[in-house]
């Protein structure tokens, strides 16, 4: 089975709330965290999964940086990528952040989870402002695959339907020389949804922040979604097919930034 190496990319930044990133916890705590795309290489093939955040950086009162075509374009670049190198995009969900600037990517076929996309049409009333309507018949003028649960994009590689954040989040599964890692989207948004023990993590500004841990949770939801008990769900789920925590890649988190996985 083909082996692959993961860089995840920053391609802008997004100012958030605690409560943002975990559920009803210590709203008056703000700070910084990546807008990540995750690239893919191994086999001849050239995968991104997502495609980074619209260019408006008040977009509906979020406090956004770096963001649009030219933060996809430097983060792609910061790998020795170019949109034009990818193969194939898979698109963890329709959100605004992560469903952006698709026309960069113009050799592409794009995948895209069935559910998420009936979803994108018709979100729930308090997710309205994080879909971009308009971004669907763009994305529908491409070769798009409107994939189920478990459809393979490549050797080792294959997709999940994870649903808690949005009705359709994606979840990507990479075969590597360590084993099976997954990139989780926004099921999880960094390591505090992962190990929700943790007192303190630095985010992407370097800035040092100091949180309340909560012990005895095995996972802690973010503050953004449709389902909690489809969370709970799905993160066990991903966790089993990982084999370990150390595998997990979240979708927002300042650690795994710039790093590559497995590590070279």
Same mark, same amino acid.
């Given at each position: 089975?083909?082996?692959?190496?993961?860089?995840?990319?920053e391609?802008?930044l997004?100012? !958030?709330?605690?409560?943002?990133?975990?559920?009803?916890?210590?709203?008056?705590?703000?700070?910084?965290?990546?807008?990540?795309?995750? %690239?893919?290489?191994?086999?001849?093939?050239?995968? #991104?999964v997502?495609?980074?955040?619209?260019?408006?950086?008040?977009?509906?009162?979020?406090?956004?940086?770096? !963001?649009?075509?030219?933060g996809?374009?430097?983060?792609?670049?910061?790998?020795?990528?170019k949109?034009?190198?990818?193969?194939?995009?898979?698109?963890?969900?329709?959100?605004?952040?992560?469903?952006?600037?698709?026309?960069?990517?113009?050799?592409?076929?794009?995948?895209?989870?069935?559910?998420?996309?009936?979803?994108a049409?018709?979100?729930?009333?308090?997710?309205? +402002?994080v879909?971009?309507?308009e971004? #669907?018949?763009?994305?529908?003028?491409?070769? #798009?695959?409107?994939?189920?649960? +478990?459809?393979?994009?490549?050797?080792?590689?294959?997709?999940?339907?994870?649903?808690?954040?949005?009705?359709?989040?994606?979840?990507?599964?990479?075969?590597?020389?360590?084993?099976?890692?997954? #990139?989780? +989207?926004?099921?999880?948004?960094m390591?505090?949804?992962?190990?929700p023990?943790?007192?303190?993590?630095?985010?992407?500004?370097?800035?040092?922040?100091?949180?309340?841990?909560q012990?005895?949770?095995?996972?802690?939801?973010?503050?953004?979604?449709?389902?909690?008990?489809?969370? %709970?769900?799905?993160?066990?789920r991903?966790?089993?097919i990982? +084999?370990?925590?150390?595998?997990?890649?979240p979708?927002?988190?300042?650690?795994?930034?710039?790093k590559v996985?497995?590590?070279?």
């Amino acid at each position: 089975m083909t082996e692959y190496k993961i860089y995840p990319i920053e391609v802008g930044l997004i100012g !958030v709330t605690k409560a943002t990133m975990t559920f009803n916890l210590q709203a008056d705590l703000s700070f910084w965290v990546p807008i990540l795309a995750f %690239y893919i290489e191994g086999g001849g093939k050239k995968i #991104l999964v997502d495609t980074g955040c619209v260019g408006d950086p008040n977009f509906h009162g979020f406090n956004l940086s770096g !963001v649009g075509p030219e933060g996809m374009i430097k983060g792609l670049a910061s790998v020795g990528a170019k949109p034009k190198d990818i193969d194939t995009v898979i698109i963890s969900h329709f959100h605004f952040d992560h469903a952006a600037n698709i026309g960069l990517f113009p050799h592409a076929r794009f995948i895209l989870q069935k559910k998420e996309w009936a979803y994108a049409k018709n979100p729930i009333p308090v997710q309205n +402002g994080v879909y971009v309507a308009e971004l #669907l018949p763009e994305l529908e003028s491409y070769d #798009l695959i409107l994939a189920d649960d +478990g459809y393979e994009v490549a050797d080792g590689i294959n997709v999940l339907c994870v649903p808690g954040h949005t009705m359709g989040q994606q979840a990507t599964v990479v075969n590597t020389s360590e084993g099976k890692y997954v #990139l989780s +989207g926004d099921l999880l948004y960094m390591q505090l949804n992962l190990y929700p023990d943790i007192t303190e993590f630095i985010d992407a500004k370097g800035q040092t922040i100091k949180v309340v841990p909560q012990p005895g949770h095995a996972f802690y939801p973010p503050g953004i979604h449709v389902n909690l008990t489809d969370f %709970y769900d799905s993160a066990w789920r991903i966790l089993k097919i990982a +084999g370990s925590r150390k595998r997990i890649l979240p979708g927002h988190d300042p650690f795994i930034n710039g790093k590559v996985f497995p590590a070279q």
